[in-house]
Antibody, heavy 120, light 106 residues
Framework: EVQLLESGGGLVQPGGSLRLSCAAS????????MNWVRQAPGKGLEWVSGISGSGGRTYYADSVKGRFTISRDNSKNTVYLQMNSLRAEDTALYYC?????????????WGRGTLVTVSS | EIVLTQSPATLSLSPGERASLSCRASQSVSSYLAWYQQKPGQAPRLLIY???NRATGIPARFSGSGSGTDFTLTISSLEPEDFAVYYC????????FGPGTKVDIK
């Protein structure tokens, strides 16, 4: 079955860190770029970060640049998001999203999301 | 950064009616625009890419048009399952999403 399964969310204090994981199945993982998109409670969608199929190119939204790091392990069909220096405004449901190609920047497969709450 | 605006914020229609949703970009995105549908408690679903191409499995009642800065998503005849929030997204400069249009039942 073609699917993405996120994990790693939770409650963290401001300034803390979390690492999100997204396990992929059902497609040739390293053929596709992967992305993280977040949605704050009751709000719209915000693209956060993307990584090419090989992992050689990474991209970040200005709001997370310097704090978040995206990576992937193609041997494990998994993409990660390391989130440091977390702020209250990072509170959101974080979706893992598959690109339609390698850096086409359209997203045709989404996970169910993992919730990150930043609060003291 | 390319900013997308969507109008209206809410569209109240009845099943069977035609829906027209607008997305405007702060600068030209050529035809690099997608539309997504999101229902409560669900992840977004890709409907249209490159302004007018339906994604795999998307019914023909969904169509997209436009180029440059002005785009439209049209649902020719609303089905009960089409009541949802719709987002546009540009890929001209990384990816940004519009704020969404909620299509609800009148």
């Amino acid at each position: 079955e073609v699917q993405l399964l996120e994990s790693g969310g939770g409650l963290v204090q401001p300034g803390g860190s979390l690492r999100l994981s997204c396990a992929a199945s059902g497609f040739t993982f390293d053929d596709y770029a992967m992305n993280w998109v977040r949605q704050a409670p009751g709000k719209g969608l915000e693209w956060v970060s993307g990584i090419s199929g090989s992992g050689g190119r990474t991209y970040y939204a200005d709001s997370v640049k310097g704090r978040f790091t995206i990576s992937r392990d193609n041997s494990k069909n998994t993409v990660y998001l390391q989130m440091n220096s977390l702020r209250a405004e990072d509170t959101a449901l974080y979706y893992c999203a598959k690109d339609v190609l390698n850096m086409a920047w359209y997203f045709d497969l989404w996970g169910r999301g993992t919730l990150v709450t930043v609060s003291s | 950064e390319i900013v997308l605006t969507q109008s209206p914020a809410t569209l109240s229609l009845s099943p069977g009616e035609r829906a027209s949703l607008s997305c405007r970009a702060s600068q030209s995105v050529s035809s690099y625009l997608a539309w997504y549908q999101q229902k409560p408690g669900q992840a977004p679903r890709l409907l249209i890419y490159d302004a007018s191409n339906r994604a795999t499995g998307i019914p023909a009642r969904f169509s997209g048009s436009g180029s440059g800065t002005d785009f439209t998503l049209t649902i020719s005849s609303l089905e009960p399952e089409d009541f949802a929030v719709y987002y546009c997204q540009q890929r001209r400069d990384y990816a940004t999403f519009g704020p969404g249009t909620k299509v609800d039942i009148k």
